[in-house]
């Protein structure tokens, strides 16, 4: 008998360097040709030029600590983050707050509230989602108003006037998206409707906001808006800027909702029609939470848009979180700190901003069934 | 046979339907009526006349920036001032509308690009000026950069005969010296622009039938660089440039731009390019790989598969949402009341309604303005959407 020959394979070559591995990947997104190679290095000499004294300013030699401005004065080299570290409360939360310590407790439990209820929201897998949205939808607004607002159960009444910083910002997004939604669905209802006088008032509604800049609206609503009314019959201001917004928020929801309806096809509401349903059944049971689900990522849309568009509420007066970075930035005390001012609210506005978008195109990518990758 | 049912009137569906837009018609017109009625009720009250009187009454402040217009402090109307806001808010939308183009599609076309550094580049510049709100980024850079650090005239950035300071940014301005030669000049140019149109077409047809191709772009480009200077020395050289000169306290003559107008323009620019380059991106996505292979397949070079086959299908998907920015801008642009921009709502909505407290024709006007503009938008928009319909058999 002959030994068996067993057949053992020669050892695996390792694969070429210029294919795989970091080299690999520097010559083909980095160095893949001429042009390619001189944008990288324009690029690398941009940011070592631009990046490393912005680094060295807003970080390394960046002033902390400290409560008045002459931490600031004696290292003028360094970002004074001092100036927003003292002024903290009063761009988060306003001047009531920011002025009443002992009261500070109240837009603090609304902000980890809205957290704790909105951020299991954002996951899939979370059980009872439904009452999470009843509880962020339909409760939270009245804690938000009896907390903050105050006036009963004890907690003292805080003045409108005296609203601001991120707070305001916060109360105005959040009304404007809250009341614009059921609005702006009745309006793309309408807009789709068969009935032509139905049909017109939507249209030239949702235009007519759609046409107009944001701050003539602001403008309107506190100019206007008084003369609109009875003598008598007094506006706060930040509900006249609520209301401005929330209409022009409205027509911006009705598109998006009106986008949706448009996608869904005409079969469906026709079954619906064959069994029987009426008209308000067949929407509310059949197209409107498909139509919704599916126009959900323009709708965020929307809310992003609002959240910036927010900010011009500081041109009629308000001080909000923009406003309130400036004026804290303009006060006698941090005169001259603007840069910081505004880096700091840009700052917040981005992070929710990019928050949403992010959120919104995570959406768009799983709703999306029929992509090719 | 039974007899058919007849449907109870009121469960009729149209006569319902014709019910309830009685009613929505009444109760919309009542609403308005009554507000009409309050608010004029309101502003009698105030001793408000409402009305267009006030139009010829002399303006009583001053408005620092009026290129188009002969505006003189206590000789000037009312009137005068809405169309200057109207020029003004013209003139800031046109020269941002050109930059966030330019920008926009450069952006857009790096975000594309196959080096890695190049097109995190991109998207972190699209991340970070379309998620901060405008009005920061406006007052941001007039505020907290331009004022304070841009030099005083006396040591303005030079780039050419274009100077920078904490002025504005002036330029020089090209003057008509000769209006008749001037007319002379534009009418060759005319006919040179008609004839090139006119080769165009010829060159394409010709390509159509035989398959060879003219360099009409090098064409074209040589000829009206060319001819157009010919010509223009020809008509007697009706141009001339006034460049701003420094005078004693700032740049004298030439073409201006405020400070506000400058940093208005820059952050509407950077804001929208933003926008811009996401579309582009989007759209030069949505053409199908499966189009440029089939063009390579074909035959048609690199080039001409961009040219051809990829920009066609692109520019479909880019041009509607980059048309409904344009709009975006120009509403945007009422922003400038933060800086102090004469533009519309500054001047108009602004400062002539506190001064003559006319809040419903001012506000009516400003408003109808901005609807124009969004009418005239959205009409351009469909037009172009009919045109580049595909036409399937």
């Given at each position: 008998m002959s030994e068996v020959k067993i057949f053992v394979p020669a050892p695996d070559r390792s694969p070429p360097s210029n294919t795989l591995g970091p080299v690999a990947w520097l010559r083909e997104n980095l160095f893949g040709s001429i042009s390619s190679s001189i944008a990288t290095l324009l690029f690398f000499y941009l940011c070592f030029s631009y990046l490393p004294p912005f680094v060295d300013w807003a970080f390394i030699k960046a002033n902390w600590t400290g409560t008045d401005r002459s931490v600031c004065e004696a290292n003028a080299a360094g970002a004074c983050w001092t100036f927003i570290n003292v002024r903290l409360e009063q761009i988060l939360f306003g001047l009531y707050f920011a002025s009443k310590p002992e009261e500070l407790w109240r837009p603090t439990l609304i902000f980890v509230l809205f957290f704790a209820l909105l951020l299991p929201l954002l996951f899939e897998r979370t059980p009872g989602k439904k009452w999470l949205s009843i509880a962020l939808l339909g409760v939270f607004p009245v804690v938000f108003y009896f907390v903050v607002y105050g006036g009963s159960f004890g907690i003292p009444q805080s003045n409108t006037t005296q609203w601001g910083g991120f707070l305001l910002t916060f109360a105005l997004a959040f009304v404007g998206i809250l009341l614009a939604l059921p609005i702006g669905i009745l309006l793309a209802l309408g807009r789709r409707s068969e009935m032509p006088v139905i049909r017109s008032i939507c249209v030239i509604y949702i235009e007519f906001w759609r046409g107009t800049p944001l701050i003539t609206i602001l403008f309107m609503a506190s100019v206007m808006l008084p003369l609109f009314f009875p003598a008598g019959v007094e506006f706060d201001k930040v509900v006249r800027a609520m209301i401005g917004i929330t209409m022009f928020q409205s027509a911006y929801t009705a598109e998006a909702v009106r986008g949706g309806l448009a996608a869904i096809p005409k079969g469906q509401a026709e079954a619906a029609m064959a069994l029987g349903l009426g008209y308000w059944r067949r929407t509310v049971l059949i197209t409107l939470p498909q139509a919704l689900k599916i126009s959900i990522p323009s709708i965020v849309n929307t809310f992003i848009a609002l959240f910036k568009d927010t900010s011009l509420v500081s041109i009629i007066g308000l001080l909000d979180l923009l406003n309130m970075a400036q004026t804290a930035a303009r006060s006698v005390e941090w005169k001259g700190y603007d840069i910081e001012g505004y880096l700091f609210a840009g700052f917040i506005y981005w992070a929710f901003c990019y928050g949403m978008s992010r959120y919104s195109q995570n959406l768009e990518h799983k709703l999306d069934t029929n992509r090719r990758n | 046979m039974t007899e058919r049912t007849r449907i109870p009137l009121h469960r009729d569906p149209r006569v319902r339907a014709i019910l309830v837009q009685v009613l929505a018609a009444v109760v919309v017109g009542y609403g308005f009526y009554s507000l009409f009625q309050t608010t004029v009720d309101n502003l009698v009250a105030r001793g408000i006349q409402t009305g267009t009187n006030f139009f010829d009454e002399v303006a009583p402040f001053q408005i620092g920036f009026t290129p188009f217009f002969d505006y003189k402090l206590g000789e000037s109307k009312y009137i005068?001032?809405?169309?200057?806001?109207?020029?003004?808010?013209?003139?800031?939308?046109?020269?941002?509308?050109?930059?966030?183009?330019?920008?926009?599609?450069?952006?857009?076309?790096?975000?594309?690009?196959?080096?890695?550094?190049?097109?995190?580049?991109?998207?972190?510049?699209?991340?970070?000026?379309?998620?901060?709100?405008?009005?920061?980024?406006?007052?941001?850079?007039?505020?907290?950069?331009?004022?304070?650090?841009?030099?005083?005239?006396?040591?303005?950035?030079?780039?050419?005969?274009?100077?920078?300071?904490?002025?504005?940014?002036?330029?020089?301005?090209?003057?008509?010296?000769?209006?008749?030669?001037?007319?002379?000049w534009i009418a060759l140019l005319t006919f040179l622009v008609i004839g090139l149109v006119m080769f165009a077409r010829r060159a394409k047809a010709l390509f159509e039938e035989t398959g060879r191709r003219l360099p009409v772009p090098w064409i074209s480009a040589a000829a009206l660089i060319i001819g157009g200077y010919i010509f223009y020395l020809v008509s007697g050289s009706p141009l001339s440039f006034d460049e701003p000169v420094l005078g004693r306290f700032n740049f004298k003559g030439g073409g201006q731009l405020p400070l506000p107008l400058f940093s208005l323009w820059f952050a509407l620019t950077l804001y929208t390019s933003a926008f811009i380059a996401e579309n582009v991106r989007a759209g030069i996505q949505s053409v199908s790989h499966g189009q440029t292979e089939a063009a390579l397949a074909l035959g048609l070079s690199r080039k001409d598969t961009v040219n051809l086959?990829?920009?066609?299908?692109?520019?479909?998907?880019?041009?509607?949402?980059?048309?409904?920015?344009?709009?975006?801008?120009?509403?945007?642009?009422?922003?400038?009341?933060?800086?102090?921009?004469?533009?519309?709502?500054?001047?108009?909505?602004?400062?002539?309604?506190?001064?003559?407290?006319?809040?419903?024709?001012?506000?009516?006007?400003?408003?109808?303005?901005?609807?124009?503009?969004?009418?005239?938008?959205?009409?351009?928009?469909?037009?172009?959407?009919?045109?580049?319909?595909?036409?399937?058999?």
């Open positions: - | 005068d001032v809405f169309f200057v806001g109207i020029q003004n808010t013209i003139l800031v939308a046109v020269l941002g509308i050109i930059a966030a183009t330019l920008l926009g599609f450069f952006i857009g076309v790096i975000r594309l690009s196959p080096n890695w550094l190049v097109s995190r580049g991109a998207l972190v510049y699209i991340e970070i000026f379309r998620n901060v709100p405008l009005l920061l980024q406006i007052m941001f850079w007039n505020f907290a950069i331009f004022l304070p650090t841009l030099p005083a005239p006396k040591n303005s950035i030079a780039m050419g005969a274009f100077y920078l300071n904490a002025r504005g940014f002036h330029t020089p301005l090209p003057v008509i010296e000769n209006t008749t030669d001037f007319a002379i086959v990829t920009i066609p299908q692109a520019l479909r998907v880019i041009i509607p949402p980059t048309i409904s920015q344009y709009l975006n801008l120009t509403k945007n642009s009422s922003l400038a009341v933060a800086v102090g921009y004469e533009e519309l709502v500054a001047v108009w909505a602004g400062i002539t309604l506190n001064q003559t407290g006319q809040a419903l024709v001012i506000i009516g006007m400003t408003v109808a303005v901005y609807e124009c503009l969004s009418l005239l938008t959205s009409f351009v928009l469909n037009w172009y959407n009919k045109r580049i319909q595909l036409t399937e058999r």
